[in-house]
């Protein structure tokens, strides 16, 4: 029997005496599992006050978060995930713009809302770490059972964005949606009820809800908890559980291939996995070392559904469009665009015509919005369809491609080229962990290609050998290798290990105080890279000024 709810496959679990969740120091079934949910609801219920039903939950990954996942699906309650990398004015005015009734954290948490107006009076928070949240817990266990009111459309999620490309938004997921995803993402990604997988991305994000969470319920499968992503941790965490299948997001596999290689690396359980943004690369690399292989795809909290995988296309492909409303179209003119022609490199030849935004235009209705953001709403909403905001391209042969978002085009010369290419080029390179890509202003016209990229610490940026390297990727094109290139052992990054790219562009060469260095290429040829100077930069300044594009200076 297919459920409609969140809710309902909970109580699909009552009395299943398999293990449904594990950390290192304990076991639970789903039996277990569902009735530490029923607890929590109960409880939930008993401090509910008017207004909507909203449980902000800010914790690493533990046990708590999963069952308060389950107690908002059996109440009809929302769990807006409390980013746990926010700080300050940002987090303050995320979180009260939720319009939370209860706070469940712990001491940790607890210190990092000190100070913060929120809209939570302090009496409403619950701490899992408090010996009275026992008790409290202890006197609402109950029978499970689910809310009567609960449909398809109650609204179990507030998830934030991430917040890469500009303030994060509050993204909307029902219980419907959710079940919805939790069907399909086991057949899409082979979830089923002997798999064990490992959570290791953060609960707030959509990533390990939506791809790992929710089909582990659907199919019954063990969920593996650890607090946080740790590269060292992985192999030894996937060995101790036993884990076949696992979520990645971001910097993530980077982090794990930069890890010392050894002879047994294979001898794990591993089998398959889900994520973005890791390079065909990175694929490769991650199935030789480890024998497991990585599904790279598309999808987002605000929407899913639009990517039909197709193993035995390009390795750099998503696959195929799922349906005939899934297109890559002119923003402008709202045509499609034309054909993508590769070349024997896989480099688009024609990219001024073929890159565009993809977008559903069956999607609009299926869009569930962000909460209290109707400009938001209205920018993924246009004329019917669902507007992605990321750039992509379809090949010859019907394959279609991520490009990089909206704002990843750089105008170099009078012409654009896709910052994604140059940052997949970059990450070929055996030391550089993790890079990205972005257009900086020219002094005279235009823009210039800048990249910031990672390297282990030990290393400089001489030791990499880049414009040698630059030189031998024949797929890098004339335009696209970086002018400026910023060098850190740890690069601004989201909760989730995605770069945070728009920080990053906003900074530019002018960046201070942070301990990182930009190396600068001035002139024609091959690339030559040397290190910017205060100086430097105030010549460059001056050039601006000079040019009359001092408006494109923060």
């Not at 496959?9 to 293990?19: H, T, Y």
């Not at 926010?86 to 000190?114: F, M, N, S």
């Not at 990517?307 to 179209?329: C, K, M, S, Y």
Request: hydrophobic share 40%; charged share 25%; aromatic share 8%.
């Amino acid at each position: 029997m297919r459920h409609e709810t969140i809710a309902d496959l909970l109580l699909d679990r009552v009395g299943d005496d398999r293990p449904g969740l594990r950390t290192r120091e304990r076991t639970w079934t789903w039996d277990e599992v569902v009735r530490e949910s029923a607890a929590r609801a109960s409880l939930a219920g008993a401090l509910r006050i008017e207004g909507p039903f909203h449980i902000g939950v800010l914790l690493d990954n533990v046990p708590e978060y999963v069952f308060w996942l389950g107690a908002a699906a059996l109440s009809g309650a929302s769990i807006v995930g409390i980013n746990s990398t926010r700080r300050g004015a940002y987090l303050e005015q995320e979180v009260r713009h939720t319009d939370l009734q209860l706070v469940i954290t712990d001491a940790a948490g607890l210190k990092l809302l000190d100070g913060l107006d929120i809209g939570v009076d302090r009496d409403r928070f619950l701490l899992v770490d408090d010996d009275e949240y026992a008790g409290q817990v202890a006197a609402h266990a109950c029978e499970p059972v689910r809310d009567p009111g609960i449909t398809a459309e109650t609204r179990m999620l507030l998830l934030f964005t991430s917040g890469t490309t500009g303030a994060s938004k509050a993204a909307i997921c029902s219980q419907g949606r959710l079940t919805d995803l939790g069907y399909s993402n086991c057949e899409k990604y082979g979830v089923g009820r002997d798999d064990i997988t490992y959570c290791c991305m953060p609960l707030f994000h959509g990533n390990a809800v939506m791809a790992l969470w929710a089909p582990s319920l659907t199919a019954g499968a063990c969920v593996t908890l650890v607090p946080k992503f740790s590269a060292s941790g992985f192999l030894p965490d996937v060995r101790f559980y036993g884990v076949t299948f696992f979520t990645y997001v971001g910097k993530a596999i980077a982090y794990v291939l930069a890890t010392r290689e050894r002879p047994d690396d294979a001898d794990n359980t591993l089998t398959h996995a889900f994520g973005t943004e890791a390079s065909p690369e990175d694929q490769a690399e991650f199935l030789r070392r480890f024998g497991c292989r990585l599904i790279e795809s598309y999808g987002s909290s605000e929407g899913s559904g639009m990517i039909r995988l197709a193993p035995e296309g390009p390795a750099a492909a998503l696959g195929r469009p799922a349906h005939a409303g899934v297109v890559v179209v002119d923003p402008e003119t709202r045509e499609p665009r034309p054909r993508a022609v590769l070349d024997e490199h896989g480099r688009v030849t024609n990219a001024e015509e073929a890159i565009g935004e993809i977008v559903n235009t069956e999607g609009a209705a299926k869009f569930e919005g962000y909460y209290k953001n109707d400009a938001a709403n209205a920018e993924r909403v246009r004329h019917g369809w669902y507007w992605t905001g990321d750039l992509g391209y379809v090949d010859e042969a019907g394959y279609i491609y991520f490009a990089g978002r909206s704002g990843d085009w750089i105008r170099v010369d009078g012409e654009n080229i896709s910052a994604l290419l140059s940052e997949r080029v970059l990450r070929r390179h055996p030391h550089i962990v993790a890079a990205a890509v972005f257009g900086v202003p020219d002094a005279r016209s235009g823009d210039q290609v800048m990249a910031a990229i990672e390297i282990p610490e030990g290393m400089g940026f001489e030791d990499l050998g880049l414009p040698a390297f630059l030189a031998e990727q024949a797929d890098l094109g004339t335009k696209g290798a970086p002018r400026y290139v910023r060098v850190s052992h740890a690069l601004p990054a989201t909760g989730s290990n995605k770069l945070r790219k728009k920080e990053m562009q906003h900074d530019g060469w002018r960046i201070e105080d942070t301990g990182d260095t930009v190396y600068r290429w001035v002139g024609r040829g091959e690339p030559h890279y040397t290190l910017m100077t205060g100086e430097d930069r105030t010549a460059l300044r001056e050039e601006f000024y000079a040019n009359g594009r001092q408006r494109f200076l923060p």
